[in-house]
């Protein structure tokens, strides 16, 4: 079955090319396009596609606040998004994140690496581009205070379900964290699946927001 994907971004040339490179793919249809944020999330409302790919800065409405309508906390039916950023919008993406985004990409990032993105999404997993998770999340983790009393320490984790958090926070895929620890793959999704049933989380975006506000994971570690 094929993916269906609305790509939402101001600059036109951006978006043909995301166009042009999902529609090229043979399990990927591109369903819609918008310009602004208003129009993404109406479209996005009425066609409901399986990924919302979203730009950060757009007119008319940001691509935070639209992430937060599909995605947010609240909304009955979340939809999946993608956002897609710059280096020099780095303090936008973690409210993004914060709105319900899925995960995130550099709009440097290799039309494999997008093509990818959009599948990972789409199957229902985070994404969180390794290179730029220290870089972005922790740059911006001092905005939330560990002493925030509705936030809660980890300590209903087991030791090892607290070092599959860590390395959830340091981007790292299952893959990776499976050849760290030396453990099958299956055993590190039924890890991933613990630490965010205990947590109470959402997904492995919001398990590395998690770990930095709650101080087990630094920018200095």
Known sequence: MSITVLVADDQALIRAGFVTIL???????????????????????????????????????????????????????PMKVLVVTTFNLDEYVYEALRAGAAGFLLKDASPHAFVAGVRTV????????????????GRYAARLRPADPAVTAGSA?????????????????????????????ETVKTYVSRVLAKLGLRDRVQAVVYAYRTGLVSLND
Request: no cysteine; proline share 4%.
């Open 157 to 185: 984790l087991t030791p090892r379900e607290l070092e599959v958090l860590r390395l959830i926070a340091a981007g790292h895929s299952n893959a990776e964290i499976a050849a760290q620890l030396v453990i099958g793959a």
């Open 122 to 137: 789409a199957r229902g997993d985070s994404l969180i581009a390794p290179e730029v998770t220290r870089r972005l999340i």
């Open 23 to 77: 529609d090229a793919q043979d399990d990927m249809t591109v369903v819609g396009e918008a310009g602004d944020g208003r129009s993404a999330v109406d479209t996005a409302l009425r066609l409901r596609p399986d990924v919302v790919v979203m730009d950060v800065r757009m007119p008319v409405l940001d691509g935070i606040e639209a992430t937060r309508r599909l995605a947010g906390a609240g909304v009955q039916e």
